[in-house]
């Protein structure tokens, strides 16, 4: 199992511009997530899918979108990258149960400049 | 609502000697609750979870945290540190079964080894 794989590694936006971050979980995971990770902060949930089709907000979700077709794919959208939008982004699943155990894909470093 | 507090925003201990990493959490019900470990440009590991099971959890690489409901902690604990334990530590807890097992991160606490 390859896990929870994100692409892309890096990524540097200008103002303005869009891009779609991918996550991909090949372990069958109802519950998918998406946080940011700010210098020197924990991390902040942007958005959250409990299963294919369903997707709610979380913490911080101004300026990001989401959709969840299928149960393996979970992507960010960002529509107009702002500079408050360079963080580093993470992906992260779990299975249905009582654990809350999360499994996180290696992140995206975004800058948007 | 499900909260945490790290209790340090760093700790910097030498090598051998133990590691203390504080952490008090705040839920309303019996929670769960995880040490997460994000070594420098990589992503989060799980070290250990507490799920209502033993109060005293071991995890990978020598750590273990005990959960204490009295005093609502959680820390951390090591009895040797090595080099390679040098890393940002995140406590965690979930907001549980009322609703979707979102994790709350606590701020990070930074452990540096000295030699």
């Known amino acids: 199992n390859a896990g929870v794989t994100q692409t892309p590694k890096f990524r540097i936006l200008k103002i303005g511009q869009s891009m779609t971050l991918q996550c991909t979980q090949d372990?069958?995971?109802?519950?998918m997530y998406w946080y940011r990770q700010d210098p020197g902060m924990g991390l902040k949930l942007i958005y959250y899918?409990?299963?294919?089709?369903?997707?709610d907000k979380g913490e911080v979700p101004n300026g990001y979108n989401v959709s969840r077709s299928t149960t393996e794919d979970f992507p960010l959208r960002l529509e107009l990258a702002a500079p408050s939008q360079t963080s580093v982004y993470f992906c992260?699943?779990?299975?249905?149960?009582?654990?809350?155990?999360?499994?996180f894909g290696p992140g995206t470093r975004l800058t948007v400049t | 609502a499900q909260s945490v507090t790290q209790l340090d925003s760093h700790v910097s201990v030498s090598e051998g000697t133990p590691v203390l990493l504080r952490c008090n959490y705040s839920?309303?019900?019996?929670?769960?609750l995880f040490w997460y470990v994000q070594h420098p440009n990589k992503g989060l590991q799980l070290l250990l979870k507490?799920?209502?099971?033993?109060?005293l959890v071991k995890g990978i690489n020598g750590f273990e945290a005990e959960f204490k409901k009295s005093e609502t902690s959680f820390h951390l604990t090591k009895p040797s540190a090595h080099m390679s334990d040098a890393a940002e530590y995140f406590c965690?807890?979930?907001?549980?079964?009322?609703?979707?097992?979102?994790?709350?991160f606590g701020q990070g606490t930074t452990l540096q080894v000295k030699p």
């Open positions: 899918s409990v299963g294919a089709g369903i997707t």
């Open positions: 372990m069958n995971h109802n519950y």
């Open positions: 965690v807890v979930s907001d549980g079964p009322l609703n979707t097992g979102k994790l709350i």
């Open positions: 839920s309303s019900y019996s929670p769960s």
């Open positions: 507490y799920t209502s099971a033993a109060t």
């Open positions: 992260a699943s779990r299975p249905q149960g009582l654990s809350y155990e999360q499994y």
